[in-house]
């Protein structure tokens, strides 16, 4: 029996960018190594056999018509540019600017576009102090990916409360601060306010948090039905979502023809190239998942990005699968010191202390785990979220604090997530407390959500493996 408890790749980066990413109405978000060409740089034109004719995209012109993603938004601020030379104490253009930097940041995962979004905001509110909601609504953005989460919400709330994306905003920030309750009202008032392509998958992720997956599917059902030709990159998001949701489940057919979905619509697309990976890496189709990550370099390019952590981790997580010690060691030690020049570097604060927290857990030394104890503690003081709990629990475990790690799980419970890695936690947690009835129970519940939750998972997940 091993009794190291680690977790999976459940990456803060990555959370931090789906909470970044979620507009109210979707936004449209180098070659590969010669050893990875077996994977094709644009996927086929048709959608899966095997997705659910629910989830198909119907809008096979705006596919045709659907413009080179960064291109695209760099025509865009070059047009606001031009205003600018001509107004340059334009408010409203420059806060539009903000938000097309915004969209540029959404679109790359590149630190500096935040920064320069945030500061165009700054000057934009300088120059325009009264109704300037455009320039507010960025800077909560951006407050948000700071987890400042009580900073995000007054910005919110200047902006008003019959304003859509202020709304959504309400919900992400509630979300990620482990207040289901809010986020649910806020999500509520929002679909009946407008219930398109991103009010709808928005509630999806937040009955997801409460474990309420026929109301799940039926969200994500109802959100495509409700998706229009302009909304390619926001119906990629939706269905690379809906992909996790399915792999969560351990329905693997399905989740890798919505992965397929998204990146026919938007090529290269980062989050649904990560799924993949993750979802292959489960499976043991290690080469498979390397290419994926590859992919995910390669889009990004020589600059550095919030999706190189997340690789770097992954690929760490292959080798370790595939018995290679040393490149894992390298990797993992190129994702810290990312990690770590994001917590001092004058990037604006965008360092993502649950990473490294969860990647000095999987390194195991005595010193690692007292920081990562010490940088978890700090981090629930300002978002209690499941992931976030999860990683305390972990943390608290691997320091020998059983009893508060089982409470944490308690408290995770207590909020109806269906997650199979957080319930086999609870279960090994509970296993060495003695609590026999309890740990079996849990890890029944684990396998009963996902079926294919077996030993390599666990492996894949970073998860002990027990007997029961």
Do not use: C
Not at 104 to 109: S, Y
Not at 258 to 275: D, K
Not at 415 to 444: N, P
Request: charged share 25%; proline share 3%; no cysteine.
């Amino acid at each position: 029996m091993k009794n190291k408890i680690g977790q999976g790749i459940k990456s803060d980066i990555l959370s931090w960018w789906l909470l970044i990413v979620v507009p109210l109405v979707g936004i449209a978000v180098v070659n590969l190594p010669p050893n990875w060409r077996f994977i094709s740089d644009k996927f086929s034109s048709r959608s899966p056999e095997n997705l659910d004719a629910n989830y198909r995209y119907h809008f096979s012109e705006s596919l045709r018509n659907n413009p080179n993603q960064k291109e695209a938004i760099q025509q865009e601020i070059a047009f606001y540019q031009q205003r600018l030379a001509v107004d340059s104490r334009s408010g409203l253009n420059r806060a539009a600017l903000a938000g097309v930097y915004l969209k540029m940041a959404r679109a790359t995962g590149e630190g500096g576009w935040f920064l320069l979004a945030e500061q165009a905001a700054e000057r934009s509110i300088a120059d325009l102090p009264f109704d300037n909601k455009g320039a507010l609504l960025v800077l909560a953005r951006i407050a948000e990916a700071r987890h400042d989460f009580a900073t995000a919400l007054r910005f919110a709330k200047q902006v008003g409360s019959d304003n859509e994306d202020a709304i959504a905003l309400s919900v992400t920030s509630h979300l990620a601060m482990g207040k289901v309750n809010e986020a649910n009202a806020a999500a509520e008032a929002l679909v009946n306010r407008i219930p398109n392509l991103g009010s709808l998958t928005l509630r999806a992720l937040v009955r997801e948090s409460q474990g309420r997956d026929a109301e799940v599917l039926q969200d994500y059902r109802q959100a495509m039905a409700a998706e229009e030709p302009g909304e390619v990159a926001g119906s990629a998001r939706a269905r690379s979502l809906l992909g996790r949701f399915y792999a969560r489940r351990g329905q693997f057919v399905q989740a890798k023809a919505l992965f397929l979905e998204a990146l026919r619509l938007v090529p290269r697309y980062p989050l649904a190239l990560i799924y993949l990976a993750d979802l292959e890496t489960r499976q043991g189709n290690y080469r498979e998942a390397e290419g994926y990550y590859s992919k995910v370099s390669a889009y990004s390019g020589p600059v550095e990005t919030v999706f190189d952590r997340i690789v770097d981790r992954g690929m760490a997580r292959v080798k370790d699968l595939q018995g290679d010690a040393i490149e894992s060691r390298r990797l993992r030690d190129k994702a810290e010191a990312g990690l770590r020049q994001e917590q001092v570097s004058g990037s604006g604060g965008f360092g993502h202390r649950r990473d490294l927290a969860s990647l000095l857990l999987e390194k195991g030394r005595s010193q690692d785990v007292a920081e990562a104890l010490a940088l978890m503690q700090d981090e629930v003081k300002i978002r209690r979220d499941a992931v976030t709990l999860d990683t305390l629990a972990w943390a608290l475990s691997a320091s020998g604090e059983w009893q508060k790690a089982d409470r944490v799980m308690a408290e995770i419970m207590r909020s109806g997530i269906r997650d199979a890695g957080m319930f086999y936690r609870a279960g090994a947690i509970a296993r060495t407390l003695g609590k026999d009835t309890e740990s079996r129970a849990y890890f029944q519940k684990s396998k009963a959500i996902d079926p294919n939750f077996d030993d390599r998972s666990r492996q894949a997940l970073g998860l002990g493996s027990y007997e029961f």
